[in-house]
C-alpha cells in the first residue's frame, strides 16, 4: 500500500486550506498513493487559544476521500468546549472509518487548558495492512507506540505541528519509535521534515514541502519481528510490578 505524507503550512483560511488539501490528495491519486496523511489541524493550524469546532473541516475530509478514491487521514477540533484534537480516518466509501482524539495535550503550549484529551486507542485495517493513529506530541510517549505494535499495527501515522526549531527531535522520534514497535511510522508536519521511517528505524524519505510517497509493506514488518521479536521479549509484568512499587 501506498501512503502519502503531505506537508503544509497552516493556511490563511479554512476554505484555502480545504482546496489545497483536495488538490494534494487528487494529485496523490493520480501518482497512486493509497492513502493520504495531513498535518495537525491542517485546515485551522494548530492553535489551542483559537481551537473552535468548524463544521465544515469533517465532511471536505469524507467527500475529498470519495471523490478521489483514497483514504483521506486530517484532524480537525470537534466536540462541545473543551473541543477534542480528533483525527479522522475516512475510507474511499466516503465513511469515517476510526478517530483519534489526541491523549497527550502538549502543556507548555497551553493545549492542556483548553482542549479536553482523549483516552482511547484507534486503529484500522486497510489494504491488507492494520494502521494507528497518534498526534504530534504523542510521540514523546512510547507505551501508546507499544500499544499499537502489539495490536498489530503495521503502521503509525503521525499528524504533527512540531515546530521548525525542533525538526531534529520530530525526525529522531520517528526513527526511534519505528524501532521500538518495529513497524512503519509515518508523519506529516505542518513545519517541515514530513517523513516515512521503516521498521528497522531507517529512514525512507522525507520532505519539507509538499508530498511524500511510500511503500508501507507487511512482508517487511512481519521479517523484522521474526528476526529480532522484541514484543516478544517484553516483560509487562515485571513493569507494572516497578511502577506500582514506584506509586507506593
Given amino acids: 500500500m501506498r501512503v502519502c505524507c503531505y506537508g503544509m503550512a497552516p493556511p490563511v483560511s479554512v476554505e484555502s486550506g480545504l482546496r489545497e488539501a483536495e ?123 507499544v500499544h499499537y505494535a502489539a495490536c498489530g499495527a503495521d503502521c503509525i501515522l503521525v499528524p504533527a505541528a512540531w515546530p521548525a526549531e525542533r525538526l531534529d527531535q520530530w525526525e529522531l522520534l520517528l526513527r526511534g519509535r519505528a524501532l521500538d514497535t518495529e513497524c512503519y511510522i509515518a508523519g506529516a508536519n505542518a513545519w517541515g521534515r514530513s517523513c516515512i521511517a521503516g521498521p528497522d528505524g531507517s529512514l525512507r524519505g522525507k520532505t519539507d514541502h509538499g508530498h511524500l510517497i511510500g511503500e508501507i509493506r507487511k512482508d517487511e514488518v512481519l521479517k523484522m519481528r521474526a528476526v529480532l521479536p522484541v514484543l516478544h521479549d517484553r516483560r509487562p509484568d515485571l513493569y507494572t510490578r516497578w511502577r506500582n512499587a514506584c506509586e507506593r
Fill in 23 to 145: 488538490e494534494a490528495a487528487a494529485a496523490a491519486a493520480a501518482e497512486g498513493a493509497d492513502l493520504i496523511l495531513f498535518p495537525e489541524q491542517f485546515a485551522t493550524g494548530w492553535n489551542p487559544a483559537t481551537a473552535r469546532p468548524d463544521p465544515a473541516i469533517l465532511p471536505a475530509i469524507c467527500r475529498i476521500a470519495a471523490e478521489y478514491g483514497i483514504w483521506v487521514v486530517g484532524s480537525c477540533w470537534r466536540g462541545a468546549p473543551p473541543p477534542l484534537n480528533l483525527t479522522c480516518a475516512a475510507g474511499p466509501d466516503g465513511r469515517v472509518q476510526a478517530t483519534y482524539a489526541k491523549i497527550h495535550l502538549f502543556s507548555p503550549g497551553g493545549e492542556g487548558l483548553t482542549c479536553t484529551p482523549g483516552t482511547e486507542p484507534a486503529v484500522f485495517d486497510a489494504g491488507g495492512l492494520r494502521f494507528a493513529l497518534a498526534v504530534c506530541y504523542d510521540l514523546r510517549f512510547p507505551e501508546l507506540f
